[in-house]
């Protein structure tokens, strides 16, 4: 099993920013891949973005809407994700969700609000 705490969610003005961060523990070996996906009140989930470890790269994945504005990065020797979110609109507000995936099996964490408004 793979355990996903998220954390740095909040309320932010529009144009503001912040950044999320997501923890991984437990049986952590050979997680290659590790993301963001959101949900709107009323919306299914969606991919935020997602970053592909191999043994000497990375694959980095955006949706078009967050693209050239947010951006993933992974600490591998701290077990964390992160998504640092700048110039945030209104249509952000979601609750964001990490995601694991080892051995084809997806973990999720219990997700962390985000509320852009003024």
């Known amino acids: 099993q793979v355990q996903l705490v998220e954390s740095g969610g909040g309320l932010v003005q529009p144009g503001g920013s912040l950044r999320l961060s997501c923890a991984a523990s437990?049986?952590?070996?050979?997680?290659?891949?590790m993301g963001w996906y959101r949900q709107a009140p009323g919306k299914q989930r969606e991919l935020v973005a997602t970053?592909?470890?191999?043994?000497?790269?990375?694959?980095?994945d955006y949706a078009d809407s967050v693209r050239g504005r947010f951006t993933i990065s992974r600490d591998n020797a701290k077990n964390t994700v992160y998504l640092e979110m700048n110039s945030l609109k209104p249509e952000d507000t979601a609750k964001y969700y990490c995601?694991?995936?080892?051995?084809?099996?997806?973990?999720w964490g219990e997700g962390t609000l985000v509320t852009v408004s003024s």
């Open positions: 995601k694991a995936r080892r051995y084809g099996l997806d973990f």
């Open positions: 437990g049986n952590i070996v050979n997680i290659r891949l």
């Open positions: 970053i592909t470890t191999f043994s000497s790269s990375e694959n980095i």
